[in-house]
């Protein structure tokens, strides 16, 4: 397919972070890189809110790519405005939809001269305080130009369930819809599917060569992925069925407190399962683990998990996968033919921990509500003893595994996105903008000054303002506010305006472009005595 050039693209957030190793951040830093590997825009504008996201950003091309430089522009967001006023940008693309997604698209119908695609993924769905976030979804400014981004089909149907909740118990008109809805998977980098020697992998790490090594990797957290106490004992309860040697590999960072650290150390010991922890793990390590080891396991039990990111690093590795028939692993994995989906089960409703879970973290929520949340102990036992005493059934399954990772691959996932920005560029719109969560601070605390003043209200210079014209005097700009009131001469052009005693009305209607800076600029000029308001 011959490479576009398609003009501006832009966001308003950093996608890479740094801090706790997390799927989303490793999700975004990827997407980022195969973005940019692919590079089918001519420029690339951030608008950032913090000083040390600009900074982790600009590390971040200049370490990976140095040759995009010219064609990356990274702003502090205060200039967001005067860019969608004077610049045609072909979309705006989120690294989530939880953010800025639908103020962003009420700014844009409000100033921008083009109405350009907006879009943003899902990630984690299942934290309290984002109900106020899908709330702000439901709303009359989308156009037929944005999309939320559904990395599965469980992820969109679990936005559907909140928005049916809210519409329901708000009791909202019709006309408040949440945007479109379209289902594009995260991908899997190349180097996963490397073909490396096992043989030499498994001597490289010390682990039997005919025994059985399992492995899971991510966050070692019972609070927002899986609780493995289960997972141990139901290896426990075959394990005088499996004679050769069994190892468990554990990498991911370990968020277990010592006291569960303990326990799970003592579980396997007492189940005779070596168990390795390789914590904080190494992308080059991870690959090789990856590909040293046999069967890939993860139960996991906890609404936080969305998509499954390393279910498709395991599967691009050659591995067979066991897995909870859970979230978005459902969709990963193809049962009894590159791994198997456990059955799992859960009440049909806890309104106990619904009506608590506000008055928690969202660590302790995801854990209770996990606790409630079971696989099938007897179906895992079945179909990991199947894996263990049948090498050749694992080899195919692992092979069909590889062969589906292929339709994964960030190349085509990013492909997936271009031609949905495409298809999103040339649908038709009608502009609205009255969005419910925006509110006029001025009028909400009108009651706070003495007076307000307005269009049909007269104002005069000052002698600071004379002796300002006559460049005696020069404005004083605090924070970033020279953005919004235009230059030097603009400003003496405007008081210049009402050296004879005029109406608000009058000036703005010999302006040409958006009254509300001009009004901005007034206001200025008025607070720091360069005008003054003729009281009437």
């Not at 909740?165 to 980098?189: D, W």
């Not at 049909?348 to 973290?361: G, I, Q």
């Not at 104002?459 to 919004?484: D, M, T």
Request: proline share 4%; charged share 20%; hydrophobic share 45%.
């Amino acid at each position: 397919m011959a490479k576009r050039s398609l003009p501006i693209w832009a966001s308003l957030h950093p996608f890479v972070e740094g801090g706790q190793i997390l799927g989303r951040k490793v999700a975004n830093i990827q997407w980022l890189k195969a973005f940019w590997e692919k590079d089918p825009f001519a420029e690339y504008h951030f608008f950032l809110l913090l000083p040390e996201q600009v900074k982790a950003l600009e590390e971040f091309v200049d370490k990976n790519f140095p040759q995009l430089k010219a064609k990356i522009k990274i702003l502090p967001r205060i200039k967001l405005a005067s860019y969608l006023k004077q610049t045609d940008y072909f979309c705006f693309h989120l690294s989530d939809c939880i953010g800025e997604f639908s103020s962003l698209a009420c700014l844009r119908n409000f100033l921008s001269r083009q109405t350009f695609v907006i879009t943003a993924p899902i990630h984690s769905l299942s934290y309290n305080s984002f109900i106020y976030a899908y709330l702000s979804h439901l709303t009359p400014v989308w156009t037929p130009r944005e999309s939320i981004i559904t990395t599965t089909n469980s992820g969109k149907r679990v936005l559907k369930n909140f928005y049916a909740h809210l519409k329901s118990n708000y009791q909202l008109a019709e006309s408040f819809q949440p945007p479109k809805l379209t289902t594009i998977p995260l991908g899997v980098a190349d180097y996963f599917f490397q073909d490396q020697d096992q043989k030499a992998l498994k001597q490289k790490y010390d682990l039997p060569a005919k025994g059985l090594t399992l492995i899971y990797v991510g966050r070692l957290a019972v609070d927002s992925k899986l609780d493995f106490i289960p997972v141990l004992r139901a290896i426990g309860e075959i394990r005088k069925k499996l004679p050769q040697q069994v190892v468990l590999i554990l990498a991911g960072e370990v968020a277990w407190d010592q006291e569960d650290l303990s326990t799970i150390k003592r579980l396997a010991l007492n189940i005779k399962l070596d168990l390795r922890f390789y914590p904080k793990v190494e992308e080059k390590t991870k690959v090789e683990l990856l590909q040293a080891s046999d069967v890939f396991l993860s139960m996991i039990d906890n609404f936080q998990e969305t998509f499954g990111l390393s279910i498709l690093e395991a599967k691009a590795s050659g591995l067979p996968v066991l897995a909870s028939n859970f979230d978005g692993y459902k969709e990963l994995v193809q049962d009894q033919k590159d791994g198997f989906l456990l059955p799992t089960y859960m009440p049909e409703k806890n309104s106990f921990l619904a009506a608590f879970s506000n008055l928690l973290y969202d660590n302790q929520t995801h854990l209770l509500f996990a606790q409630q949340v079971g696989f099938d102990l007897a179906v895992f036992q079945q179909k990991l003893l199947l894996l263990a005493n049948n090498p050749n059934l694992r080899n195919e399954m692992g092979q069909r595994a590889k062969k589906s990772a292929q339709n994964y691959v960030w190349s085509k996932i990013i492909e997936k996105h271009v031609s949905l920005w495409e298809r999103l560029r040339n649908t038709p719109v009608q502009i609205k903008t009255n969005f419910p969560l925006n509110f006029d601070h001025f009028q909400i605390f009108a009651h706070y000054p003495t007076q307000t003043f307005g269009c049909k209200d007269k104002l005069k210079v000052s002698q600071l303002g004379l002796r300002l014209l006559a460049g005696q005097e020069h404005p004083i700009f605090c924070g970033n506010v020279e953005n919004f009131l235009g230059n030097l001469e603009q400003l003496k052009q405007t008081l210049a305006f009402f050296v004879q005693t005029k109406s608000l009305e009058s000036f703005l209607n010999t302006m040409q472009g958006d009254k509300d800076l001009f009004l901005f600029r007034i206001a200025w000029l008025v607070k720091h005595g360069f005008l003054k308001v003729v009281l009437r």
